[in-house]
């Protein structure tokens, strides 16, 4: 004879519920003046032929896209401490506050190279920015509709940053 085991009743928290849709959106949104700025920036250079003038002084393309990169990374190290601390005391709790920075600081690496591919297809820079925002942009409602795709196509669709960073923070946010 087996006696049914008591259960108290599931009880859903509505608030984990909206900031599994709405933090991975809030996250992403802190890295577009870096990302339209950079792009901005790199394809300015190339529509006014500066990095052709300095080719010819001697400096080599590896220095030229070197400084980019450390510009770049430091930008992102700063932001990445920023959300890592802001959000590892008042979001999350159960995540340590290294992983969350660490999350970040990688996502805005990726970001980097969005915008070599997005700037490697424009000649005009505003273009170029406002371009590459959009696709940031598009590419991040592709993670919020994630239960639909078949594993194969959410494993090529993991591959844009802001698909993986989305998953990653909602996984996270399951966490607690």
Not at 20 to 28: C, D, E, L
Request: with cysteine.
């Amino acid at each position: 004879m087996t006696v049914p085991m008591k259960i108290p009743e599931l009880k859903k928290d509505p608030f984990a519920f909206l900031l599994g849709i709405v933090a991975p959106y809030v996250f992403m949104l802190m890295y577009i003046p870096m990302l339209y700025r950079t792009t901005f920036r790199i394809v300015q250079e190339k529509e006014k032929r500066i990095r052709e003038t300095m080719r010819m002084m001697g400096m080599r393309d590896t220095s030229y896209w070197l400084s980019w990169f450390w510009y770049h990374t430091i930008i992102s190290f700063l932001i990445s401490v920023a959300i890592a601390f802001m959000s590892g005391y008042w979001i999350f709790s159960e995540v340590t506050v290294m992983s969350i920075w660490v999350l970040f600081f990688l996502y805005g690496q990726a970001i980097f190279g969005l915008i070599l591919f997005i700037q490697s297809l424009f000649t005009q820079a505003r273009t170029a920015a406002i371009m590459c925002v959009l696709f940031y942009l598009g590419s991040s409602v592709l993670a919020a509709s994630d239960k639909i795709y078949t594993f194969q196509t959410n494993c090529l669709i993991a591959l844009l940053p802001t698909f993986g960073m989305s998953i990653t923070v909602k996984t996270m946010l399951g966490f607690e």
